[in-house]
């Protein structure tokens, strides 16, 4: 208790005076820069404002520019007249977002709108096929050193197809990439598995996973600084440096600070990192945040506190640091739980300490062989990189067993299934549970040449260690009981506990499939082992959906999930169309794209129906039903000619009581319905 108080009363001063930074730390900045084409349109004043900043305050700044700013000539006159002048201070760099006008250029065909242009299947290169990738990012590139002169080093995209990375690294030279951030479904990019904060040589087969034996690798960077307890199955994005996040969250500068603060003063002798930038396309508000985030970065740059890498000490630094800690404490409700992530070119873990309790929440396995889903396929709706799990505290699952007795999970029946997605503070979810600890002052980290090891006194008075090697754990020393595996929701979990005799137990995706974990006691301790391969990983993708890649397309509609639903069961005939939603779900609840033929069935024959596509929301799709004359039908959706889902109520069509008084006189209920149209009119208004 008494050190948990002592870091609060640093955070407090830190907040009030300077963030001090265990040295040596670096801080990077990368600033993404739209343009005025449809998508998210940037501000030439946001812009200049942030350039300013950046000069004032002596901070090196990368600005990644949209295809949208490199053939504006009044933007690019600005632009490269400040890097002429202050070079030091303003880098330009490649945002790599697709545009439409890119993709004419391009010659290749897309479906961007001003609703969707942000989907990860339309913005960025895993949405098109290999060859319209390379026309795509080779008018950019060529585009960029046109302005230039030379080839961008350093490019962001919040996703990016492996061969396409691998494609402008080979060729242009680039040599940082810049991804989101480690979340699930946020503006429809979902990233769960990959390290988590600091940078990593990527996999040339999947750049979410680290190689370090990978002698010319592309360096990947993830947007901005996360909060090591809170950004964890969190679903609102707010637990981030980036301003629009945690000031939608009613968080102050004061977070940012705590933030800052506790990334550069990690327990381990690693440089601390971190990564800063704002869209210039963010509100007023937003920039002027991210100003006083540079004003405060800027002090510690003066004062020697942090340094600002170029890129080629921070690519020859990361690439070779194989085993790294990220740790942090509640700066949000200032309790005492605290999270612990370790990366290791093998695994993944993290480690809570809730009320006391010693929690591993999260394990995932490395392979450097595995491949990236996009790798020859383009994504249909949405992008998914899911690293293979054998514990996830974030995914709760869970079915209605009154509605279909299980039977398995790779011949998925089950109905009314649940996803949940929270941070697993809040959560009693899969865990592997170790002893308490009896006080949170005796927790120790130390790094030697091959491990990390954690230790600390259990509330049997024990010296516990945890040792992390590159690909084995060990715990010791415990009882074997003092090691449990909490799995809830077992019958729905794609995950197979099995014990292994007298030995310990394993987690696997079902039997003999190739991605395992074997959990095996000694004399005095526990030893974690991992077993993997690439094509394994492929099967799961098809076998174990939704759980590794849950692309909403292709996928069988579920009666009992679907449903079909009014938005107003009562219309004037002859006037406008009853409206109704159709929302299509699988048999896990999610949404799915409807490909099936979907008829419309009416229990009286109607003037009018059709089945009209939503293009801004594409798992729901209108139904509308046009009638000349007053009365009322059952409806229901014939899906493929075999499945029936029908709407639970009558839709009605009344008459126009303002043109055809004498006639609602003589007819009081349908003088009802049109009634009831009329309130339901001015309600939805």
């Not at 990375?165 to 990959?194: A, F, K, P």
Request: aromatic content about 16%; charged content about 25%.
């Amino acid at each position: 208790m008494k050190k948990f108080f002592i870091f609060f009363l640093f955070i407090f001063i830190v907040i009030k005076q300077d963030v001090l930074a265990s040295e040596p730390a670096y801080a990077l900045v990368i600033n993404q820069v739209r343009g005025t084409e449809c998508c998210s349109i940037g501000s030439l004043e946001f812009l200049k404002r942030q350039i300013k900043a950046h000069i004032d305050k002596k901070i090196p700044g990368y600005f990644a520019l949209r295809h949208d700013v490199l053939v504006n000539n009044k933007w690019m006159d600005f632009i490269k007249d400040t890097v002429k002048n202050d070079p030091k201070y303003i880098i330009p760099a490649l945002f790599l977002e697709i545009t439409p006008d890119l993709a004419i250029k391009s010659k290749v065909n897309h479906d961007i709108t001003q609703e969707n242009w942000y989907e990860a299947q339309n913005a960025y290169t895993i949405g098109y096929n290999i060859d319209e990738r390379v026309k795509l990012v080779d008018n950019l590139f060529l585009e960029f050193y046109n302005q230039f002169g030379f080839y961008p080093k350093v490019v962001s995209a919040w996703m990016i197809d492996t061969p396409t990375l691998n494609y402008i690294h080979d060729r242009y030279g680039v040599m940082i990439q810049q991804i989101t951030r480690e979340q699930y479904g946020t503006d429809s990019y979902t990233l769960y598995g990959g390290p988590p904060h600091y940078p990593y040589p990527a996999s040339r087969n999947w750049l979410f996973i680290p190689d370090y034996e990978n002698s010319n690798p592309v360096l990947i960077v993830r947007q901005t600084i996360t909060d090591p307890l809170y950004n964890y199955g969190d679903k609102t994005s707010t637990y981030t440096s980036q301003p629009n996040d945690y000031m939608k969250a009613g968080r102050s500068f004061g977070y940012f600070t705590s933030l800052l603060t506790e990334t550069f003063s990690q327990p381990l002798d690693h440089f601390g990192f971190a990564l800063l930038g704002l869209e210039n396309s963010m509100d007023e508000k937003y920039q002027r945040e991210f100003e006083a985030q540079l004003e405060l970065v800027g002090k510690l740059g003066s004062k020697k506190n942090i340094f600002f890498a170029d890129v080629n000490e921070m690519y020859k630094y990361w690439s070779k640091q194989k085993m790294t800690l990220y740790s942090g404490f509640d700066l949000v409700n200032s309790t005492e739980n605290r999270a612990f992530w370790i990366t290791t070119p093998k695994y993944r873990v993290r480690l809570l300490v809730k009320n006391n309790q010693m929690l591993i929440t999260d394990l995932r396995i490395y392979d450097k062989s595995y491949s990236d889903p996009y790798n020859e396929y383009s994504s249909q709706k949405n992008g998914y990189w899911i690293v293979p799990y054998l514990i996830d505290g974030s995914f709760n699952y869970k079915f209605d067993s009154k509605k279909l007795p299980f039977k398995g999970f790779f011949n998925q029946q089950k109905e009314k299934f649940l996803f949940q997605f929270d941070n697993d503070i809040k959560n009693e979810t899969d865990s592997l549970e170790l002893p308490k600890v009896k006080e949170l002052k005796s927790l120790n980290f130390e790094k030697l040449t091959d491990r990390i090891v954690l230790s600390y006194i259990s509330d049997d008075s024990k010296k516990i260690s945890i040792i992390f090697l590159e690909d084995l754990i060990n715990i010791s020393p415990i009882e074997k009981n003092q090691l449990v595996f909490n799995q809830y929701n077992k019958e729905s979990s794609p995950l197979l506990y099995k014990t292994e005799g007298n030995t310990g137990f394993k987690i696997s995706y079902g039997k003999d499939n190739g991605i395992s974990g074997l959990f095996k006691y000694f004399n005095d301790g526990w030893e974690i082992s991992f077993t993997s391969t690439s094509k394994s990983l492929l099967n799961l993708r098809k076998l174990a959906y939704p759980y590794l890649f849950p692309e909403p397309v292709g996928r069988t509609i579920s009666q009992l999930n679907s449903f079909l639903a009014p938005h107003n069961q009562f219309a004037i005939a002859g006037r406008n169309p009853v409206r109704l939603f159709f929302s299509a779900k699988d048999v896990y609840g999610l949404p799915i794209i409807v490909k099936e033929n979907v008829d419309i069935k009416t229990s009286l024959n109607i003037s009018k129906k059709e089945v009209v596509k939503n293009f801004a929301n594409q798992y729901i799709q209108y139904v509308d039903l046009y009638n000349d004359k007053p009365a009322s039908t059952k409806v229901s959706l014939i899906i493929n000619n075999s499945m029936e889902i029908p709407l639970k109520q009558k839709v009605y069509f009344a008459p126009n009581c303002k043109k055809e008084f004498a006639y609602c006189l003589t007819h009081p209920l349908h003088a009802y319905w049109f009634l009831k149209s009329y309130l339901g009119d001015k309600f939805r208004k």
